[in-house]
C-alpha cells in the first residue's frame, strides 16, 4: 500500500470552515437553510479560482451546512477528501447533522462515503481536562492541512464575519489559519442571496 511519501503532493490543500445550517429554532438567524443552494455555488466558485488540480486535498469536518456543501464542491471536483470530526461519530451526528432535519443525514453519508473520515478520539485520544473538542478539531485540521508545506494551504471559510456560539468555530479557524496562508477566502453569508 503506499505511503504518503510515495503519493504525488498536492499542488494545493484547501482546508474548509464554515457555520452548520440554522436549527429550525435559532432565534437569530447565522445561516439559514434558504441560502444554502447560494452557498453551495459560492463554494463551488472559490475552488474554481483557487485553480483546484486533480490529486489536490479537502480538508473539513462534517457538520450539516458549511462543511457538507464544501465537501460535496470538493467531491465535484474530483478532489481527495478528508472529513475530522471531534467526537465518535453518533454523537457527532446528534450535535452536527441530525438536529437540521432535511437530508443532511443522508448527505454526510454519501461525503464520507467518497473521504477518509478522521474520528479524533479515535486518532488523537481521549480528550485532554480543560480543552474545548471544536478548538482541537481545528487545530488538528490546521495541521493536516499543513502536512505539505503552509505553501499548499488554501483557506475558505464561509462566515458572517461575528464570534461563534461558542469555542472552536469558524472564527477561531480564520485567526489560526492566517498565521499559515495569505490564501484566505471569506464567503460572508450576509451576502448571500437565498
Not at 464520507?112 to 478539531?137: C, D, F, H, I, W
Not at 490546521?142 to 505553501?151: H, N
Not at 480564520?174 to 495569505?182: D, L, S
Request: charged content about 25%; hydrophobic content about 40%; some cysteine.
Amino acid at each position: 500500500m503506499p505511503t504518503e511519501q510515495d503519493v504525488r503532493p498536492p499542488n494545493t490543500v484547501v482546508l474548509f470552515s464554515g457555520h452548520m445550517i440554522d436549527a429550525p429554532d435559532r432565534k437569530t438567524p447565522r445561516f439559514p437553510p434558504a441560502k444554502a443552494s447560494a452557498a453551495a455555488a459560492a463554494i463551488a466558485d472559490v475552488l474554481a479560482k483557487i485553480g483546484i488540480t486533480e490529486g489536490d486535498i479537502a480538508i473539513c469536518g462534517g457538520a450539516c451546512g458549511g462543511d457538507l456543501l464544501f465537501a460535496e464542491a470538493a467531491l465535484a471536483q474530483g478532489m481527495e477528501l478528508e472529513i475530522y470530526i471531534p467526537f465518535d461519530e453518533p454523537k457527532f451526528l446528534t450535535n452536527s447533522v441530525d438536529f437540521a432535519g432535511g437530508d443532511w443525514h443522508k448527505r454526510y453519508l454519501a461525503a464520507k462515503s467518497q473521504a477518509t473520515l478522521y474520528v479524533m478520539p479515535e486518532e488523537q485520544g481521549p480528550l485532554p481536562a480543560g480543552e474545548n473538542a471544536y478548538e482541537r478539531n481545528n487545530q488538528w485540521m490546521l495541521e493536516r492541512a499543513a502536512r505539505f508545506g503552509d505553501e499548499k494551504i488554501a483557506f475558505v471559510c464561509l462566515w458572517n464575519g461575528e464570534g461563534g456560539d461558542g469555542p472552536g468555530g469558524a472564527k477561531h479557524l480564520i485567526e489560526e489559519a492566517q498565521r499559515k496562508t495569505t490564501r484566505v477566502y471569506w464567503l460572508d453569508t450576509r451576502q448571500l442571496q437565498g
